[in-house]
Every structure is written in structure tokens, then in C-alpha cells.
């Protein structure tokens, strides 16, 4: 790629922030921390999950760091990429999770997966207190796998009248959880009411339950990235034909950047090692976590 001094990759802005935030004694506090949590060994379908935070780094470089609308630069932005965990599965790695995301109690968290098995570590490593999914699939499955951190979240004292799951697909889940999910007290939103209503407003008021109303709320935001339709995240094992448009994640990605209830937010089950040839899911994964920055240089200061 042609290099351009007056065309900042955003790979490099990830880069040289890092480099200034570890070289500063005593260190500053960052704006946002992005950490790899690449868990794939108990997916239900056979991923390479593993490889997809390195990649989301690598895509960084085709985009550059200016928000056209409403005219922001992510330079002004101090983020802190902590790298990759080395083995994120089992009950070691989840802890290890957890270690991670709590050196950094007061900033938000961007967690770049791996599979969805992360948003269990994840959120409580954020001490989150309420849960907003952008997903297909309720991720109310016994045992532990990429199927089952709501309901661990949940068993583990999350109170699941504060869990909102966004986009949930026709077809993806079964009678049985969807009354699991019921019972629970689990407000759902199917994918079909983002065709009638704004994708922003649907947002407002996940937020708005999953803080119980509290602006010192702690809300953990995953995309599930397949979530979307199946035509702009192949890379997705689950991603089915008529899901959400890539334009509706970005912008659930900057709302939830932007709220300062929203203390962490992951991106999660992109297999980076079964993507078009275009790299359109990895792409827009790498863009997720630019929106998010935008939305975390959007916030009110304090």
C-alpha cells in the first residue's frame, strides 16, 4: 500500500498511541483499552476464531482514523492495546480474561474475540451489572461453549431482567430457549422489529433497561457479529441470510462507544480464516472497533 503522510492509517494510530501511553512514567489513564481474547476451543462449530484480533489489527491499515460526520479525528484519542491473551479457554483463560479487563476498572474495554464464549469473562472482568447482545442466537445453552455465556452471566448473579438481546433470529434457536429466555424475565427484541423501527431507538431503550434506569449502571454491549446478514459476514459460522445490515452494527457499535454506562463491548465469532477473499467480515469487524472509538471520544467528559 502507497504510503501517504497526509492520510493517517488507523493501524498506526493504534500502534503509536500504545507506544506513547507504555513510554509515559507514570503512566496516563487511556481513553479506551482494546484487548484480544482469541477463545475458540469450545465453539460449537468448528472456527479459527483464534486468528481473527490480529487481523482486525492488519484491516486497520485500509482505514484511516477521520470521522467524515461530525468531523472528528481518533488521534485525539489516547488507546491502549494491551495484545493478545495467549489461552483465553478453560477456567485459567477466563481468569486471566477477568485479571485483564480489571487493571482498567474505570475505562471502557473493547474485547476483540475470538468466539462469543468471551462475553462471559469479559463482562464480568467489567463488573457489568446489566447486558445488551447483538445476536442471532440467545446463548442460553447448557455447558460452556461460544452457545452458553448469557446463561452463565445469569447463574452467575446478573439479573436477567437487565439482559436485552437485540436481533434475534427466525429459524437460529429453539422452542425450548426462547422459554428459557421468557422466564428468565430476558427482554428480547426479534430481528424482525429492526425493519419497523430505527436501529438507534431500539438501542435507547436496550441501554435504558439494562441500566436499570441508573446512570452509574455498568453495561456490557457484545456484538455478535453474525448477527448480520450472511452476505456481508461470510466469516461467520452461524450468520444467516437476512440479518441486520453492516451499517446497523457500526452505528450500535458508536451508540454503545458513546454511552458512558456502556463500560465494556466486545466483537465476537468473525472467523478471520473463512472470509471472502475481500475480507468484508474482518473489514467490518475492524470498522466496529472505530466506531466504538468514535463513540468513546463522543462521550461528555468526567
Not at 54 to 61: E, F, K, N, V, Y
Not at 144 to 168: F, H, K, M, W
Amino acid at each position: 500500500m502507497i504510503e501517504d503522510p497526509h492520510w493517517p492509517r488507523a493501524s498506526a494510530w493504534l500502534a503509536d498511541s500504545t507506544a506513547r501511553l507504555r513510554a509515559e512514567h507514570p503512566p496516563s489513564r487511556p481513553d479506551l483499552v482494546v484487548l484480544g481474547v482469541p477463545a475458540h476451543r469450545t465453539s460449537l462449530s468448528p472456527t479459527g476464531a483464534h486468528e481473527t484480533p490480529g487481523a482486525i489489527r492488519a484491516a486497520l491499515a485500509r482505514c484511516s482514523t477521520w470521522v467524515t460526520e461530525p468531523g472528528l479525528d481518533l488521534a485525539a484519542l489516547r488507546v491502549l492495546d494491551l495484545g493478545d491473551l495467549d489461552e483465553p479457554d478453560g477456567a485459567d483463560g477466563e481468569r486471566a480474561t477477568i485479571q485483564a479487563v480489571r487493571q482498567y476498572p474505570d475505562v471502557p474495554v473493547l474485547a476483540l474475540g475470538g468466539d462469543n464464549s468471551i462475553t462471559y469473562a469479559v463482562a464480568h472482568g467489567a463488573f457489568a451489572d446489566g447486558l445488551v447482545t447483538l445476536d442471532a442466537h440467545h446463548d442460553l445453552r447448557d455447558g460452556t461453549s461460544n452457545g452458553s455465556p448469557v446463561r452463565r452471566l445469569v447463574e452467575a448473579g446478573l439479573d436477567a431482567r437487565r439482559v436485552v438481546q437485540v436481533g434475534i433470529a427466525d429459524f437460529a434457536n429453539s422452542p425450548q430457549y426462547a422459554a428459557r429466555a421468557r422466564e428468565l424475565g430476558i427482554t428480547v427484541v426479534p430481528r424482525g422489529v429492526l425493519d419497523r423501527r430505527p436501529i438507534a431507538d431500539v438501542m435507547a431503550e436496550a441501554l435504558e433497561i439494562a441500566s436499570g434506569g441508573s446512570p452509574e449502571a455498568r453495561v456490557h454491549v457484545d456484538l455478535d457479529v453474525d448477527v448480520c446478514d450472511r452476505s456481508v459476514a461470510p466469516a461467520c459460522p452461524a450468520a444467516l441470510p437476512g440479518g441486520i445490515s453492516a451499517r446497523q452494527l457500526r452505528e450500535v457499535a458508536r451508540i454503545a462507544g458513546a454511552d458512558p454506562r456502556v463500560v465494556a463491548i466486545d466483537v465476537t465469532e468473525v472467523d478471520a480464516t473463512a472470509d471472502a477473499p475481500d475480507q468484508r467480515t474482518v473489514r467490518l469487524a475492524a470498522l466496529c472497533l472505530l466506531e466504538v472509538a468514535t463513540g468513546v471520544l463522543q462521550r461528555p467528559p468526567g
